[in-house]
């Protein structure tokens, strides 16, 4: 009954080829969040939405690219995978003020 | 520049002691949020506890308390009580931008706790 779900689990994936990771909610939430989690560095923001179309870079944002063109749904794009974002990547969408984010299960890509 | 610190990359802990976490963070934004996330082996972030800039009393969560230190801008999680599914990487968060275009969470590098039996 997980309110979101990411899109796929596990991918391996050559240098140089495009991926799409998707997040898939089913809450309405307004606001959907993309995090990479590399060991020693937390979790980092990528990119982020706060509405249909509405998109803004994070911390980490070259070499990707989202898109949001309805509620339920936000693509992360690795427009040409390199070997360093080989990481395990989070969605999370905001809940409410008090209850920090929901997260999604984590896609682990490997770029080979 | 770092936001939240973490300075406890490791931490062991005796079962049913108490242990306390550190984080501190920097904003100049006035309304924010503070979190903690704890993440087991399996892999997914749970939410522990929140803590708003203008709340005047400190979190609790059952065995989870947020001991925040507004002048000090410091959020210290602390689980009394610690159990064997305690062990787990836990994450200190901040929210800025509340409601703005610019809403958004960064975390800390996360604190690796080792409950020993």
């Known amino acids: 009954d997980a309110g979101i779900t990411q899109s796929p689990r596990h991918k391996v994936t050559e240098t140089g080829t495009p991926v799409t990771l998707r997040c898939h909610q089913t809450e309405n939430h307004r606001y959907m969040y993309w995090y ?5 560095h937390g979790l980092r923001l990528i990119h982020y939405s706060y509405g249909v179309k509405d998109t803004d870079k994070g911390e980490v944002s ?7 063109s309805k509620t339920e749904d936000f693509l992360l794009t690795l427009e040409s995978a390199t070997s360093s974002q080989t990481s395990v990547y989070f969605c999370a969408m905001k809940e409410g003020v ?3 984010y929901t997260f999604g299960s984590g896609t682990r890509l490997t770029v080979v | 520049a770092q936001k939240i610190t973490q300075t406890q990359p490791g931490m062991f802990v005796q079962e049913k002691e108490a242990v306390t976490l550190d984080c501190t963070y920097d904003t100049s934004d006035p309304s924010y949020g503070l979190f903690w996330y704890k ?3 399996s892999g997914e972030m749970i939410f522990l506890i929140y803590q708003g800039s203008y709340d005047q009393q ?6 989870y308390s947020l001991n925040f230190q507004k002048a000090r801008k ?14 787990a990487m836990y994450f200190c968060a901040m929210r800025e931008g509340r409601g703005t275009s610019y809403d958004k ?3 800390g590098p996360g604190t690796s706790l080792s409950v020993i039996p």
Do not use: K
């Open chain 2, 74 to 87: 410091s959020a210290n999680l602390v689980i009394s009580a610690s159990q064997l599914g305690d062990s």
């Open chain 2, 105 to 107: 969470v960064i975390f």
């Open chain 1, 62 to 68: 070259d070499g990707y690219s989202v898109s949001r």
């Open chain 2, 58 to 63: 400190n979190a609790t969560e059952g065995r």
């Open chain 1, 98 to 100: 008090a209850y920090g």
């Open chain 2, 39 to 41: 993440q087991p082996s």
């Open chain 1, 36 to 40: 990479r989690q590399d060991p020693g």
